[in-house]
């Protein structure tokens, strides 16, 4: 009876922890000279794990190797590409889903980069998570071929050259918080952020183009 009583109430200390720990995220995307060009964006949810992230911000997740190109012209073909394989556990239909690599995630796929709103200046490699253009890792719906990730869908997406520093895998999605802002910058919990983007409004495209002419002349 106690070893129930405690088993019930580990479960239900990592159900809350996950219900605490999962919270809209804030951050920007802006493109870079790469594969495509998407416009400035703004980060807006984030989803991940069970172990970390809310029920209706979960997604299953898993990862091999594929021997196909996301974008051709920046592929290395002596580096293996990732096969990363989400499933949608949200009970939600979601659009304009980005890849957005920690700190120290590289790849060659890339559209551009994603900044933490807790962390400006410290850039993760992102990509659109779609099948047009001149970088298309998305492979595979299970659903409908549309680009909207429907509940209990599968999707297959191609991280090209895929490496990271402390070796965790393409699949590792078990922090809070996009490229600067995950914890560690992503060597201990988190490769990555899969992250829903918002196109900017007029007023934020304006604050960012000063914001980047202030960097550069720094």
């Not at 000279?33 to 400035?40: A, L, M, S, Y």
Request: charged content about 15%; some cysteine.
């Amino acid at each position: 009876m106690k070893t129930m009583t405690r088993t019930v109430l580990a479960l239900s200390f990592v159900a809350a922890a996950g219900l605490a720990s999962a919270e809209p995220i804030t951050g920007i995307y802006y493109d870079a000279p790469g594969c495509d060009d998407n416009g400035f964006q703004n980060a807006v949810e984030e989803f991940g794990d069970a172990t970390v992230f809310a029920p209706d911000e979960t997604i299953d997740h898993v990862s091999t190797f594929t021997n196909q190109s996301a974008c051709v012209v920046t592929d290395d073909q002596s580096i293996p590409n990732a096969l990363v394989v989400i499933t949608n556990l949200t009970g939600r239909f979601l659009d304009n889903l980005y890849y957005v690599g920690d700190e120290f995630t590289s790849f060659s796929n890339v559209d551009g980069f994603g900044e933490g709103g807790g962390s400006p200046g410290v850039r993760g490699l992102a990509f659109r998570i779609d099948s047009f253009g001149a970088n298309r890792p998305l492979i595979f719906e299970s659903l409908t071929p549309d680009g909207i990730f429907e509940p209990g869908e599968t999707w297959q997406f191609i991280v090209q050259d895929y490496g990271n520093a402390a070796g965790i895998a393409p699949d590792s999605f078990f922090s809070i918080g996009m490229a600067g802002d995950s914890p560690d910058f992503g060597i201990i919990d988190s490769s990555a952020s899969i992250v829903r983007m918002v196109p900017a409004p007029a007023s934020s495209l304006l604050a960012l183009s000063g914001l980047f002419a202030l960097r550069r002349r720094r």
